[in-house]
């Protein structure tokens, strides 16, 4: 009994920008998000391979390598500024209770939640620039070594052409469609800051 198989775009980006480019348009064209994926960072590609790797190009048609969501730049501006927000909306909060549980005065109440809800910003804001960080040392990482890969899940021929169309006019080298086994498609890798940011129910 043969194994049924599905098809995938894959091409290789020099730059963020021009890959940003090329998702927004995918995603005007109707291609879901769910369907788009990177490479995952290098350690877990590692980890998870169980050897280094010296090119990307190496790993664009490996079933085994880890894969995260694509996570663009509005997704992140929006992850960061909640996690501010949140973090200074549970400070303020939690000192306002205890300045009200002490049978503190109103503005001593108001006081405290200024003082409070300011340090749970700067917390946020250390939290954001750790974010970015974190995904500039991991776009150098992959064009260190060669670029970064993104695979499109296509479905049929006429998606495939379009979908190679626009990895192409956006300057992704090594575009091409390839086969592999058909699996359950697992939920896609998220960054471990966004983890993050969920275990906080931010």
């Not at 109440?109 to 003082?115: F, S």
Request: charged letters at 25%.
């Amino acid at each position: 009994m043969m194994q049924a198989t599905v098809r995938e775009a894959v091409g290789v980006f020099h730059d963020e920008r021009s890959l940003q480019a090329a998702v927004d348009e995918l995603l005007i064209a109707g291609f879901d998000r769910s369907k788009l994926s990177l490479l995952a960072d290098q350690d877990a590609v590692e980890k998870k391979l169980g050897h280094l790797y010296d090119k990307v190009a190496d790993l664009e048609e490996d079933p085994a390598v880890p894969s995260m969501a694509f996570v663009g730049i509005d997704s992140r501006t929006e992850a960061k500024g909640a996690m501010i927000g949140g973090l200074a909306y549970v400070g303020a909060v939690a000192s306002a209770g205890l300045v009200v549980a002490s049978q503190g005065t109103l503005i001593a109440t108001l006081i405290w939640a200024a003082v409070a809800g300011g340090a749970g910003g700067l917390i946020g804001a250390a939290l954001s620039r750790y974010m970015d960080r974190r995904h500039a040392q991991y776009v150098q990482q992959q064009l260190d070594r060669g670029g970064i890969l993104l695979w499109v899940r296509t479905e049929d021929g006429g998606r495939e052409r379009r979908v190679v169309d626009i990895l192409k006019r956006h300057s992704a080298a090594d575009v091409h469609v390839f086969e592999l086994p058909e699996i359950d498609y697992p939920p896609l890798a998220v960054s471990q800051e966004l983890s993050f940011m969920k275990r906080l129910g931010l």
